[in-house]
């Protein structure tokens, strides 16, 4: 019984990480993020920033990875219900993707305030 309820749980460990995968297979704006995830890290890494200072970093970081993949299963799920073309359809997809646009400007502005004070 205990068993079965850990392998069960690691099983749905390993669809979330196929999950992760797929989408970074799938997604051109999963390998941006991902390129830009890497330059954060080996920025912070590079000008040593403080702990707390990361932890801002990974919340942007990710705000961004959430809504971006939140975004895209919310596109696919209406592509596969309604592929024709519909106002609510546009409605629903233009307000998923002003969440990603929200949180991509508040990463910008997260990154900023900490970076350009060990830039500059
Ligand atoms: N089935 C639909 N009915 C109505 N409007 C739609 C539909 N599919 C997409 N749209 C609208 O058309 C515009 C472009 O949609 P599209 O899915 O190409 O956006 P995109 O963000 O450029 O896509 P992607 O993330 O795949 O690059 C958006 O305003 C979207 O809401």
């Not at 995830?37 to 920025?43: K, L, Q």
């Not at 002003?98 to 508040?106: F, S």
């Amino acid at each position: 019984m205990e068993k079965s309820y850990i392998s069960k749980r690691l099983a749905s460990f390993g669809y979330a990480f196929n999950g992760i995968a797929a989408f970074l297979r799938s997604e051109p704006h999963a390998r941006i993020h991902a390129v830009a995830t890497v330059v954060v890290i080996a920025a912070g890494c590079w000008y040593r920033i403080a702990t707390p200072e990361w932890l801002w970093i990974i919340l942007a970081v990710a705000l961004v990875w959430i809504t971006e993949m939140l975004n895209t299963v919310i596109e696919k799920t209406m592509d596969h219900l309604s592929p024709q073309l519909h106002p609510k359809v546009k409605f629903i997809k233009d307000v998923a993707a002003g969440a990603v646009l929200i949180a991509a400007i508040a990463a910008i502005i997260i990154g900023a305030v900490i970076f350009i004070p060990y830039i500059f």
